[in-house]
């Protein structure tokens, strides 16, 4: 089992760049494929990104391609998400998961264990 606790949230003017962090817990942390995905009110969470186990391969939702990064340090249990040049419609929740499935995936049921999100709001 691990715990997820994301950090690194908050308001930022269109343009400008958040980190967000996810702590996890457990000695095994390795093991798992890592997401970020994000919610707004009244909307499915939606996928944002992944990483495999070794941090060697990524994946990007079209919407964030090329603006957002992915990354993870397995010896400190931590994944990232750089967000640059953000826009108000990247307002939302942001939700890191952990995913010990066999194969990679961007579906939310797929995953195992989800953190409490941090809010991320962009001003226009």
């Known amino acids: 089992q691990v715990q997820l606790v994301e950090s690194g949230g908050g308001l930022v003017q269109a343009g400008g760049s958040l980190r967000l962090s996810c702590a996890a817990s457990?000695?095994?942390?390795?093991?798992?494929?890592m997401g970020w995905f994000r919610q707004t009110p009244g909307k499915d969470r939606e996928f944002v990104a992944r990483?495999?186990?070794?941090?060697?391969?990524?994946y990007y939702a079209d919407s964030v391609k090329g603006r957002f990064t992915i990354s993870r340090d397995n010896a400190k249990n931590l994944v990232y998400l750089q967000m640059n040049s953000l826009k108000p419609e990247d307002t939302a929740v942001y939700y890191c998961a952990a995913n010990a499935g066999a194969l990679p995936t961007i579906s939310v049921d797929r995953y195992d264990y989800w953190g409490q999100g941090t809010q991320v709001t962009v001003s226009s």
């Open positions: 457990g000695r095994t942390f390795g093991n798992y494929r």
């Open positions: 990483i495999s186990r070794s941090g060697g391969s990524t």
